[in-house]
């Protein structure tokens, strides 16, 4: 898909106010309101607080208050010599209703500049597209983290108001609109001139915007430079969404450690994923998956080649990546196909709590041959709907190594009678620990003439001291005593139902 650049005109920057005008509503009398003076480096700050009393000079930073003694609507004028940046305190936030453009006397800039400035103002219903175009100096550095957070009230955001901060980076918008449900649209070019942004730009800026129905396919399209943990949990926690663009990543092509972490984590209004929605996202390695798709509840099916061009993703690759997605009721055989060098703890907790599975390809893992330690640690945990798991289900994973198979299975009671396949875990001969498979069928009671078999098997095949390996209550016969007993002569720690 070709995304057209927008055509729309570029806004004059209006005349800088010479005060920051802030109205303030109260419910009841003697209500306390307040102001946070941060982040400076000298501070003269004249507060008239609008309620008939002397206007107040500040000249040390913290949180300065007053108490209206009637129910009413005050406006509040700051203005300030200085040189510092100042939010709306702590100190009943919900009574803000509506501000004006910030001067740059109360704006220094730099690092954090509007950091937390509007936090959970719930009053807030509208903002001016010209709040942040006057600072001192440049913002850089997490300037917008946490600005709006928990601001319910709010129900859009003016395109432009981010125009004239072009020089931010690392953490810009880090939780910038967390949690704003009132928010239902993004404008697609609201970042379009903040095209510095590097590590962590868009970690958790929408996350909990339960309102938020759509994203815009060219909302990131100028942010070609970020890097680290760039759309970590971008919209965790918004149950609205329907769908995404698969465009949405296409120019962020530089992407690499932590990508992805939990970015749509929650999102159980998503039916379905676009089969190249990372297909441009070619430098993913580390963590790249964690968890983003975790809680995706809706999902029914997954695109074979969702991760077709991320041929670079290692360590912790997909860690609980499709946890509790419930609906899944089946996953493509290919599905890992290209994801050749995952290794440690790469399909930790992947599919945990996938209660719609009934089956698992055979192939699923046939090409994941580098992984080793933790390798699926919980990966199946708790999905209830298993019946049946192939016999060549970890065939080709023969590095695996310390606790590969802890909990695996664990609390798929669906496996219960299962006559599981004495060959399971013979090729894994690496094996190791005593933690390396305990608890790897906890929960379950297996058939117990092919649990029996199984435990000859790895007698047979796992000739490793000090292993641990858990069954739950699965039983076996006497014809597995033997077995069951050498294993144990070798330091296992087997845990069963016991004897038949």
Known sequence: MIILPSTRGF???????????????????????????????????????????????????????VTYAA???????????????????????????????????????????????????????????????????????AAFSWTFFGCTGLTSIPVDLFRYNTGLTTSAFTSTFFGCTGLTSIP????????????GAFQGTFSGC????????????????VTTTAFGSTFSGCTGLTSIPAALFQYNTGVTTNAFGSTFNGCRGLTSLPIDLFRYNTAVNTSAFGSTFNGCTGLASLPTDLFRYNTGVNTNAFGSTFYGCIGLASLPATLFQYNTGVNTNAFNNTFNSCTGLASLPTDLFRYNTGITTTAFREAFRNCTGLTSLPTDLFRY??????????????????????????????????????????????????????????????NTYLTGSSLGFGAGSSKYNSSASAARAALVSRSWSVVDGGLE
Do not use: H
């Open 210 to 225: 339960t309102g938020l129905t759509s994203i815009p396919a060219a909302l990131f399209q100028y942010n070609t430079g």
């Open 71 to 141: 129910i009413g609507t005050y406006t509040v004028l700051i203005t300030g010599t200085g040189s510092c940046n100042m939010a709306v305190a702590t100190t009943n936030p919900s009574r803000l209703i509506a501000t004006s453009a910030i001067p740059r006397t109360l704006a220094a800039g730099g690092a954090s500049c509007f950091s937390s400035t509007f936090l959970n103002c719930t009053g807030l219903t509208t903002i001016p597209e010209n709040l942040f175009w006057y600072s001192a100096t440049p913002l850089t550095t």
């Open 188 to 199: 697609v070019d609201l970042f379009r001139y903040n095209t510095g942004l590097t590590t």
């Open 397 to 458: 994973n023969t590095g695996i190594t310390t606790t590969a198979f802890i909990g695996t299975f664990a609390g798929c009671n669906g496996l219960n009678g299962y006559a599981i396949n004495a060959d399971l875990l013979r090729y894994n001969t690496l094996l190791s620990g005593t933690l390396t498979a305990i608890s790897m069928f906890d929960g379950v009671t297996l058939d117990t003439v092919a649990y029996s078999n199984l435990l000859i098997s790895l």
């Open 11 to 65: 806004p004059k920057k209006s005349s800088e106010p010479t005060a920051w005008t802030l109205t303030v509503q109260t419910t009841a009398i003697n209500q306390a309101f307040g102001m946070n003076i941060q982040n400076g480096t000298t501070y003269s700050v004249t507060i008239d607080w609008g309620d008939g009393s002397s206007p107040q000079v500040f000249t040390t930073s913290g949180i300065k208050t």
